[in-house]
């Protein structure tokens, strides 16, 4: 059996319209021979009826605080939704297909609602399905603990159904379907000269992911990267070339992108900078403290820089608040401040090339734009910017590393 899994986010199942175009996309694989899989996500986006967020506020209006538990119930049922509705829009265009929940598919994770980790994949059923030459429409982003009771797999978690399911059964491919042509050099919404890309390595994609590119959620490309699985992301409205993300390097990639220190532009915005000061030395065991502070809260921290007297570092900008509370008990000086974002220039290619950072400093300087703190790995540097600068820091970068069109 030659195995595809399809996943079509949001965007590409909220319409009647767009979801003929997801048949269609469904329809080619199966002509081509394939067994298909179908991943899908909820419909629309923020303030549609059945997206996500208009269902958790139905639980929040009641009152209190919503468990865990509940909380993850509901938000699995927008992806519920619309696989029942993409089943049956395939069954009525004469493609027979079969809905699965995601404990129905063998989705088997840890009982960390909001974000479980997945332990295994039983995918059986889904294997039976298609040996009966159906199409398996799985609900994507959520699984069941041990316990059977319901669990989501946190923001993008589609995406890691999807390149999971891959990966238990052996597919030869795993598509993603967006509303975007494949991996760009940074988000389009930022910078309209963005360019897609066509190949990209796993390791290049997971920084990407990581230092926040959300066209793919890390631990999907984490699963397919560790089982060699490839991924294409793909336009479901556009019939571009998309970007293939597999081991291939250089050889396959495009002239122009081999030998580039610089490969894109990522970014996450909504970060709170907290700046920690003593008289003391921090290296008297207060740094530890300050470090556990945040842990016990469960707080988790970023670009972090560590001096004698000051310590800085970055949170969501949604815990910057109870980050703030829980130094209060320590003999520190606390300024928190929301209102950034953090900026990466990412390239597998920067490994040991001089002047990268003198490059990123430069495009800032020129557009003007504050750095309020930067940190750097070996294929990545990071920027801490303000709010209101990042879509003109996003452009300056993009453009100093010549990654336009
Ligand atoms: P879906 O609902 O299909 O999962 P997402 O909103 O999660 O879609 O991801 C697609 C979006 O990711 C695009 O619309 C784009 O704005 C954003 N994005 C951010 N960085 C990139 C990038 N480097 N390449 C492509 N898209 C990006
Ligand atoms: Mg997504």
């Known amino acids: 059996m030659k195995i595809l899994v399809q996943k079509f986010g949001g965007t590409s199942v909220a319409t009647p319209e767009v979801r003929e175009q997801v048949v269609g996309q469904i329809a080619k694989a199966k ?92 995918p059986q059923k889904v294997i039976e399905a298609l040996q009966k030459g159906k199409i398996a429409v799985v609900a994507g982003f959520q699984g069941r603990t041990e316990d059977w009771e319901v669990t989501t797999l946190g923001r993008g978690g589609s995406d890691t159904t999807a390149t999971a399911l891959g990966a238990a059964l052996k597919a030869e491919l795993v598509e993603i379907y967006t509303d975007v042509d494949g991996i760009m050099t940074a988000d389009p919404r930022l910078v309209p000269d963005a360019k897609s890309l066509r190949v ?49 390097s250089t050889p396959q990639r495009g002239l ?51 001096s004698p007297e000051l310590i800085s570092f970055i949170v969501a900008e949604s815990l910057a608040e ?26 597998v290619g920067m490994r040991g090339v001089p002047g990268v950072m003198a490059k990123v400093v430069e495009a800032l300087t020129e557009a003007d734009i504050h750095i309020a703190q930067t940190t750097d790995s070996h294929t990545s540097i990071s920027c801490l910017v303000r709010h209101e600068d990042l879509a003109r820091a996003t452009q300056a970068l993009h453009s100093k590393f010549g990654l336009g069109q």
């Open 31 to 122: 002509e081509q021979g394939y067994s298909v899989v179908v991943v899908v996500s909820a419909m629309g986006r923020t303030g549609d009826p059945y997206a996500t967020d208009t269902l958790i506020g139905l639980l929040r209006s009641i009152g209190r605080e919503v468990p865990p538990q509940e909380l993850d119930l509901i938000m699995s049922c927008g992806e519920l939704i619309s696989a029942a509705v993409l089943t049956q829009t395939l069954n009525v265009n004469g493609h027979e297909a079969t809905a699965f929940t995601g404990a129905r598919a063998g989705i088997i994770t840890d009982d960390n609602f909001g974000s479980a980790r997945i332990l295994r994949v039983e």
């Open 200 to 248: 990209i390595t796993y390791q290049e994609v997971l920084e990407m992911a990581h230092l926040g590119a959300k066209v793919i959620h890390p631990r999907a490309v984490e699963i397919a990267m560790s089982e060699r699985i490839p991924v294409k992301i793909k336009s479901t409205f556009l019939d571009g070339p998309g970007t293939l993300i597999s081991d291939e």
């Open 256 to 306: 122009e992108e081999a030998g580039r220190p610089v490969t894109g532009i990522a970014y996450v915005d909504g970060v709170a900078q907290i700046k920690v000061r003593t008289q003391e030395d921090f290296n008297h065991g207060l740094g530890l403290e300050v470090f556990q502070a945040m842990a016990d809260a469960n707080i988790s921290v970023d670009l972090i820089n560590v």
């Open 322 to 347: 109870k980050a703030g509370m829980a130094l209060e008990k320590l003999p520190v000086e606390v300024e928190v401040n929301p209102g950034f974002a953090k900026i990466s220039a990412v390239g």
